[in-house]
């Protein structure tokens, strides 16, 4: 039980990293959008692949507990 604890600790903390590095520095001289309009892809996309990675993860762990 305490493994996958861990991994759903490491799959969240890694959601939230992706989710932070996303978002643009406050103090970077970067330009805006070229050109407009300005789509952000990355949102639902890293919460779809969190989710496969915890669905993988219970299945692997499935696997080696009936093995």
Excluded: E, H
Aim: glycine share 12%; proline share 9%; aromatic share 2%.
């Amino acid at each position: 039980m305490n493994k996958i604890c861990q991994l759903i600790l490491v799959l969240v903390l890694l959601g939230a990293l992706a989710i932070v590095l996303a978002q643009p520095s406050s103090g970077s001289a970067a330009p805006g959008c070229f050109p407009p309009p300005c789509i952000p892809i990355d949102g639902g996309a890293t919460l779809l692949i969190v989710a496969g990675l915890a669905i993988g993860g219970k299945k692997a762990f499935d696997a080696r507990k009936n093995n």
